[in-house]
């Protein structure tokens, strides 16, 4: 499957097996298949990626989506993310760390 960044900024997908493939900010990568599906469709999901090469992405799954952000969260911020934010918060604030 190959992504594109549609955003002037980096994304960090995380895989299955605990690592990380680096999506340059307007870049394109191949991803392995191992990548996490649940991450990769909240970003297209909100405009940040385009998919191509795959017919239908799997559905997300919300509580393995808030694990995934919550650990690039940490991650990113050295700080505990708080369990009360939702996957958009975290998002969010994801996104301002990377500013």
Same mark, same amino acid.
Request: proline share 3%; net charge negative.
């Given at each position: 499957?190959?992504?594109?960044?549609?955003?002037?900024?980096?994304?960090?997908? !995380?895989?299955?097996? &605990?690592?990380?493939?680096?999506? !340059?900010?307007? &870049? =394109?990568?191949? *991803? !392995?298949?191992?990548?996490?599906?649940?991450?990769?469709?909240?970003?297209? =999901?909100? %405009?940040?990626?385009?998919?191509? %090469?795959?017919?239908?992405?799997?559905?997300?799954?919300?509580?393995? *989506? =808030?694990? *995934? +952000?919550?650990?690039?969260?940490?991650?990113?911020? %050295?700080?505990?993310?708080? %369990?009360?934010?939702?996957?958009?918060? +975290?998002?969010?604030?994801?996104?301002?760390?990377?500013?």
């Amino acid at each position: 499957m190959k992504v594109t960044n549609q955003k002037a900024k980096m994304f960090i997908i !995380p895989t299955k097996t &605990g690592k990380f493939r680096l999506l !340059p900010a307007s &870049g =394109e990568v191949e *991803l !392995p298949n191992d990548y996490s599906e649940s991450y990769v469709n909240a970003l297209a =999901e909100n %405009g940040s990626i385009t998919i191509s %090469g795959v017919e239908q992405v799997e559905d997300s799954d919300d509580e393995e *989506l =808030e694990e *995934l +952000l919550q650990a690039e969260y940490e991650e990113l911020s %050295g700080d505990k993310a708080d %369990g009360r934010w939702s996957a958009e918060t +975290l998002q969010e604030k994801i996104d301002e760390l990377k500013a």
